[in-house]
């Protein structure tokens, strides 16, 4: 997995060029996914963005199986401006809440 902090930058950057369509949670509206196959491997990108900028990023990639169960990895960033408020623990939460349903 790329590193998280460069995945959220170059998000950043293709959400600005408008690259990237964003879906809307169904559980929380204000939650965002996006999901493309980098190498043929299917990612899930969850977002929480405020105007255009991204204030919270959770990735989701799969990693093979673990005893014939599907397991994934996970990475994760919040900018600078953003941290230290809980953005980055409430996104994954909702975003594995989004994943379970």
Not at 17 to 24: D, F, S, T
Not at 46 to 70: L, N, S
């Amino acid at each position: 997995m790329t590193d998280p902090s460069n995945a959220l930058q170059s998000f950043q950057q293709a959400l600005l060029r408008g690259e990237i369509q964003l879906r809307r949670g169904t559980l929380d509206p204000d939650l965002y996914l996006f999901v493309d196959e980098p190498d043929g491997e299917t990612r899930f990108t969850y977002v929480r963005v405020e105007g255009k900028t991204v204030t919270a990023f959770v990735e989701f990639a799969w990693c093979g199986q673990i005893e014939g169960k599907p397991c994934l990895t996970i990475g994760y960033a919040v900018p600078e401006s953003y941290r230290n408020q809980g953005r980055a623990k409430e996104a994954i939460s909702a975003a594995i809440a989004e994943m379970q349903h």
